[in-house]
């Protein structure tokens, strides 16, 4: 009998005592694992997020400029009266740049068709971006009629702009906007054949009006090209999700073109540009670095470096304030079209 007795009262107790403490240690090393993916999980989405930002910034920086095989110095003849050309369409500025304050904008921050300027975060900067499509079409003839509509033809398979568009005619020695009154045949897939397009009447009167003064000096052959302007403006406004606090995290933003603004990458929280400007031997090396308000002469810009702030978007533990981890990532690109 005394060999089936069952455990005593004290024995008991000294295993629920180190039952519980092994426990505890579970729990405890549980949440500490747990602590220590969030915070993985927060610094890769910093780290991916910055990295998705200054890659798509730096794609159109790079590019920023390029205007076919016209140098980046070639005047560009604009046949497009003011009022109807739009802030994106103005490739006369390669790159375009505010710098954000409490107040505003400086310079002023151009009214840009699509962005509700009302959105932007304050204090953040706002970058645009210009360049000609790498993609041109030939002309198809030689630009010798005197019509008052002039008609221009181009190769067949083209798709690049439509009806509306302001596209730019070019060669090496000369470059022209103009506005697309009407395209035949006005497609939205590769023509099969010939496209004819009938150019605007531009402003300034007769001066305008034919395709042989389309050019400041000689006219165009078929050795010109039309291509599509590009541009790009990014900014930092709230984007559309919704974090783990039930915030609306900001978010860095872009507008291709006329096209409607696209959220781009969530967690980004501000982005602040400084441009590097050659100003004193023209060698090509940026002299100093200025904010958008204190550049003077776009022409003499070679460099823009560009800081983003990111954030984890979800909160973590330990973190005072809204709980959110941040960190600043810089880049500086050289601007290859510049001058």
């Known amino acids: 009998m005394r060999h089936a007795r069952g ?25 500490a694992n747990s602590a220590t993916y969030k915070v993985l999980v927060g610094q890769s989405r910093m780290q991916e997020s910055a ?68 959105l932007i975060v304050s204090g953040t900067d706002v970058l645009t971006t ?6 041109e079409s030939r002309l198809k003839n030689d630009l010798t009629t005197t019509q008052i509509k002039p008609t221009i033809r181009i190769d067949a398979g083209w798709a690049e702009f439509f009806k509306g568009d302001i596209v730019m005619i070019h060669d090496c020695e000369k470059a022209t906007l103009f506005h697309v009154m009407n395209m035949t045949p006005d497609l939205t897939a590769p023509s099969a054949s010939a496209q004819d397009l009938v150019i605007d009447h531009g402003f300034g009167g ?3 009006n034919t395709t042989l003064q389309l050019a400041d000096v000689n006219t ?29 995290p900001s978010s860095l933003w872009r507008k291709t ?9 969530e967690g980004v929280e501000d982005l602040q540009l400084l441009f ?31 800081s983003i702030v990111a954030n984890s978007v979800d909160a973590l533990d330990g973190i005072t ?15 290859r079209n510049h001058g």
């Open 51 to 118: 990295r998705f930002s200054l890659e798509f910034i730096g794609r159109d920086v790079r590019r920023a400029g390029y205007r076919g095989c016209l140098s980046s110095k070639g005047e560009i003849r604009v046949n497009v009266a003011p009022s109807d050309l739009p802030y994106e369409y103005d490739i006369r500025l390669p790159v375009a740049g505010y710098n954000g304050g409490g107040t505003g904008w400086s310079p002023a921050l151009t009214p840009i068709n699509g962005i509700d300027v009302s």
């Open 276 to 306: 590097g400007v050659d100003r004193v031997d023209g060698d090509g090396v940026p002299d100093q670095y200025l904010q958008a308000n204190q550049v003077d002469d776009w022409g003499e810009l070679v460099t823009i470096r560009v």
């Open 130 to 135: 210009r360049n000609l499509s790498a993609v």
């Open 7 to 31: 455990f005593s009262i004290v024995e008991l107790l000294i295993a629920m005592v180190l039952g519980s403490i092994v426990i505890i240690g579970i729990v405890q090393l549980f949440v």
């Open 206 to 208: 007769a001066i305008s």
């Open 257 to 265: 073109g006329a096209a409607t603004p696209v959220e781009l990458v």
């Open 220 to 248: 165009f052959e078929t050795d010109a090209a039309i291509s599509a302007v590009e541009a790009s403006t990014y900014f930092i406004a709230p984007g559309t999700g919704v974090n783990s606090a039930g915030d609306t």
């Open 321 to 335: 304030g809204d709980g959110l981890m941040r960190r600043t990532f810089s880049q500086t690109y050289f601007i």
